[in-house]
């Protein structure tokens, strides 16, 4: 049975079961964020991580894998001693092994986008629940192809914007999006959002070489990532906009400046946004420029900002906050319509940790003959469709890229210089 048994009570009442995870891939972000939540949240067990070539895959799972745990004994300064025990319980495997076995609910995929999709595809036809990192692969349709398939065999499909699950984003939704009485009114409380801008950038002052920034990664060389940062990192602001203006779709979109390194990947990127009844939004990504992981949504009534979008750490300067398991996320700015701020603290978490228990508590209510939650598979949808539509406009220099949505048919036709597509990127560019 997939699913390790957490705790059983008396008999006739409730069995609560964890969800059983496998990581497909051994990427830095898995081994740096995700396996750490996997292996610390109570409702997730981590089973498997699978590569090419299985030993491969068991020397990684051996080596970071592990359980940390406390001795009792102090250390010499009377603080404690972290000991990390071996994880027996986790296999390393190829893998087709990953896929087809019973024991696995789960999979976590971290795969390049170029090749994540195919794996996707596999994993849902093998009926495991997905955890798709981002940003996700293919056009529009092609993604929607997945996640209608993770609809069609009531799978739970999420992606990793790890900042939606955090404490404070669900405060700052109860800000901009509902009334006193619990009813989503369209931002009762902060008016309605009239303009938001967003940013990730980061890279100057040296972090980064040239050789990293000419494709020494894979967020700039396109063969591994198509549309660059403006993928990678771009995500992130995109999102923003896309959650501040309650998951609409813009009605037209256009990259103002891109900046391509000599391989032809986006380094750099800024684009406008516009949406129906005078809304607007602006989003920037850069590797070449300091540090911005920001978002400010302004509304009729105030003015709602964060500073520390991606990893939660402020403007501490701690960048090690993306590098490992880190609880931020703790305040964000709430101004009224004359400018005068207030900070609102709220409990700090891990970001990951919200998100894996978040998404187990989702395969638990499937499990026990409920509904997938659809929210995750919307969003992914409509965050990839914008990033499509921007880098499609950044790839024929700027042009405007309209968005026509059919609410009832739950399809959008994209119309540029004229042309009327169906989907986008209307080619792969590279």
């Not at 390790?4 to 008396?10: D, E, K, L, N, Y």
């Not at 093998?126 to 993770?150: C, F, M």
């Not at 101004?335 to 970001?351: A, I, N, R, S, T």
Request: hydrophobic share 35%.
């Amino acid at each position: 049975m997939a699913g390790a048994t957490m705790q059983s009570r008396h008999k006739g009442a409730i069995t609560m079961t964890t969800t059983s995870f496998a990581v497909i891939s051994t990427a830095e972000i898995a081994k740096a964020k995700v396996i750490p939540a996997l292996l610390s949240v109570p409702t997730a067990t981590l089973v498997g991580v699978s590569s090419r070539d299985k030993k491969r895959a068991q020397a990684f799972v051996d080596e970071h894998c592990s359980k940390e745990e406390e001795d009792n004994n102090a250390d010499d300064d009377g603080g404690t001693i972290k000991k990390h025990s071996p994880c027996t319980t986790v296999m390393g495997m190829n893998h087709d092994e990953l896929l087809s076995s019973p024991n696995i609910d789960a999979v976590y995929v971290p795969l390049p986008s170029k090749v994540r999709s195919d794996f996707i595809s596999k994993a849902l036809q093998n009926n495991k629940h997905v955890y798709s990192e981002k940003p996700h692969g293919g056009t529009v349709r092609e993604l929607k192809s997945l996640l209608d398939l993770a609809a069609e065999r009531n799978l739970q499909w999420m992606d990793g914007t790890m900042w939606y699950h955090s404490n404070r984003t669900k405060v700052m939704e109860e800000k901009l999006f509902f009334h006193g009485d619990g009813d989503c009114c369209s931002s009762m409380i902060m008016g309605k959002v009239k303009r938001v801008s967003a940013s990730f950038t980061w890279g100057g002052g040296g972090l980064v070489d040239q050789n990293w920034i000419e494709g020494g990664n894979g967020r700039t060389d396109p063969n591994r990532e198509l549309m660059g940062m403006l993928g990678d990192s771009g995500h992130y602001p995109i999102s923003a906009v896309a959650w501040a203006f309650g998951w609409k779709l813009p009605t037209r979109v256009r990259a103002t400046y891109t900046k391509f390194n000599s391989l032809g990947a986006i380094i750099e990127c800024e684009a406008v946004m516009l949406f129906e009844d005078g809304g607007r939004a602006v989003i920037d990504t850069s590797c070449l420029i300091s540090h911005r992981s920001q978002f400010e949504v302004v509304c009729e009534k105030g003015v709602l900002r964060v500073d520390d979008l991606v990893g939660g750490q402020g403007r501490s300067g701690k960048f090690s906050a993306y590098e490992g398991p880190f609880v931020g996320s703790s305040s964000f700015v709430m101004g009224d319509y004359l400018g005068k701020d207030e900070v609102v603290e709220v409990e700090p978490c891990d970001h990951v940790q919200k998100l894996v228990a978040e998404f187990s508590k989702s395969v638990q209510t499937i499990k026990q003959g409920g509904k997938a939650n659809p929210e995750w598979s919307k969003r992914s949808l409509i965050t990839h469709t914008v990033m499509c539509a921007i880098f499609e406009s950044a790839m024929r220099d700027g042009v405007d890229v309209d968005l026509n949505s059919d609410d009832v048919c739950g399809t959008t036709k994209y119309v540029i210089e004229g042309e009327i597509f169906n989907d986008i990127p209307t080619r792969m560019w590279g």
